[in-house]
């Protein structure tokens, strides 16, 4: 079993729609959780971090996190085409990362 | 001026030779990572260091060797490069605090 998981995709959303991305974890004793962007050549960007339990917006991002379930989610609203990219997921503990999740936003 | 710096960006290398990649940073951050990233696999621990007198291995250290000259500056070495090591390597920071990653642009490494 990998340390986190993701779907891999490709998720397809139509602009302006809301696009969903998951994370599962393995490690209970996770305490950092980060949503990272990742254009297509380019480095990840840090978009969004989380450490308790509950929701946290940061614009039209929005992170979830449920530790007793071990799984984190990002939610972006008002999807936009500049949206489209590889999403991964990460947990600080043992730094690992998700494989990612592509996103197209369709225009 | 980039926070964090890699140097090459790209490097076409042949089998059996040493190579060095090197990360610079001024972010001030005692934190440093080297990650390598295949296509379809994610970004994969290489190695890590929590300061200048501390050096860890990751998942996939084998091959692979660190040395972190100032607390700016974290190299890493293939002694004997191998194909199977083609990939793209990324540097990365982070503030003890908050965990959260800052990356580099990355160095794109061919070994023919």
């Known amino acids: 079993q990998k340390e986190v998981e993701q779907n891999s995709g490709p998720l397809s959303v139509p602009e302006g729609a809301i696009a969903s991305l998951n994370c599962t974890y393995s490690d209970r004793g996770s305490q950092s959780f980060f949503w990272y962007r990742q254009y297509s050549g380019k480095s990840p960007e840090l978009i969004m971090s989380?450490?308790?339990?509950g929701d946290k917006e940061d614009g039209r991002f929005t992170a979830q996190l449920n530790k007793a379930s071990q799984y984190v989610s990002l939610l972006i609203r008002d999807s936009q085409p500049s949206d489209s990219a590889t999403y991964l997921c990460a947990v600080s503990n043992q730094f690992y990362f998700g494989t990612g999740t592509s996103l197209t936003v369709i225009p | 001026d980039a926070d964090v710096t890699q140097t090459p960006r790209n490097r076409i290398t042949k089998t059996g030779k040493r190579i060095m990649l090197e990360c610079s940073q001024t972010?001030?951050?005692?934190?440093m990572y080297w990650y390598r990233q295949d296509p379809g696999l994610g970004l994969q621990l290489i190695y890590y260091?929590?300061?200048?007198?501390?050096?860890n291995k990751g998942e996939i250290s084998d091959g692979y060797s660190v040395s972190r000259q100032a607390q700016a500056k974290f190299s890493l070495s293939l002694e004997s490069a191998i194909p199977n090591q083609t990939a793209l390597y990324f540097c990365a920071t982070s503030d003890p605090a908050y965990n959260e990653q800052f990356f580099g642009p990355g160095t794109r490494l061919t070994v023919l």
């Open positions: 972010k001030g951050h005692d934190r």
């Open positions: 260091s929590f300061d200048v007198k501390d050096i």
């Open positions: 989380i450490y308790s339990n």
